[in-house]
């Protein structure tokens, strides 16, 4: 049985000049929970699909919502209120700030949230961070700095966590963290969309998942049946089809 559609994107079209659209009538839809990847050739809106579900772009057309609401054009510190986290592939800490200041950073557009509280569960999450509290971030590796900006965003307990290229610049034994991380966030209730260039290992942990071409949803399934598909495989994962 399907649980609660929590996000919906119908035909949308958007981009970052007026009458230019890199987004060419998308449509995408999460179920509570769920944990579904974006993935395409560069350029495909993979990136801009993302910013505009959080509001960093305006939908030049089409319908973004949210548990139900319309969300197209909202701003995202109100985006964040609804209930949604972003972490962007780049700036994505304060890096002059310490590992504690970013978290405190993370919930601060909520009056009364329990700082204290909600960092302590951030610290058992990601023990790594925990004795390093008063590091500042920009003296952090890549790896590190992807679990500062994680933990920042999980701060509110978002009912869906969106994730832009986490595993970029990363080393193996890093991105094999950032995936495990990714999966206990999901298995604890969170839904998460990926946008994701590591594309073969974000479809093996996927529910469903979206592939990109040109600004369109080419195509769409089960994460599974995406990774076998001979076309998808051919064309996004670098499979020569069998002959």
Same mark, same amino acid.
């Given at each position: ?9 119908? $035909? ?6 007026? !009458?230019?659209? /890199?987004?060419?009538?998308? $449509? ?9 990847? /974006? /993935?395409? #050739? ?81 610290? !058992? ?14 003296? +952090? ?12 965003? +999980? ?56 592939? +990109? ?16 598909? #001979? ?13």
């Amino acid at each position: 049985m399907m649980s609660e559609l929590i996000l919906e994107v119908e $035909n949308v079209h958007a981009g970052y000049i007026k !009458d230019v659209d /890199i987004l060419q009538g998308i $449509n995408m839809r999460i179920y509570a929970g769920e944990l579904v990847t /974006i /993935i395409g #050739p560069n350029g495909a809106g993979k990136s801009t699909l993302a910013k505009t579900v959080f509001g960093l772009l305006n939908p030049h057309t089409g319908a973004i919502r949210f548990n139900g609401q319309e969300i197209g054009g909202m701003s995202p510190d109100r985006i964040v209120q609804q209930g949604m986290g972003y972490v962007p592939q780049i700036a994505n800490v304060f890096k002059s700030l310490t590992i504690d200041e970013n978290l405190e950073m993370g919930a601060f557009v909520k009056d009364g949230a329990p700082i204290k509280r909600l960092k302590q569960e951030m610290y !058992d999450r990601f023990p790594a961070l925990a004795a390093r509290k008063k590091q500042t971030a920009g003296t +952090l590796s890549g790896g590190e700095r992807q679990q500062v900006a994680m933990a920042k965003a +999980l701060m509110l307990r978002p009912a869906l966590l969106i994730l832009d290229e986490p595993s970029a610049a990363l080393s193996p034994i890093m991105v094999k963290d950032v995936f495990e991380q990714i999966q206990q966030v999901q298995a604890e209730g969170t839904a998460i969309l990926l946008v994701e260039q590591n594309a073969k290992q974000a479809l093996q942990m996927s529910d469903r998942g979206y592939v +990109l071409e040109a600004g369109r949803d080419k195509y769409e399934g089960r994460g599974v049946d995406l990774l076998n598909d #001979p076309k998808v495989g051919e064309l996004y994962l670098g499979v020569s089809a069998p002959h």
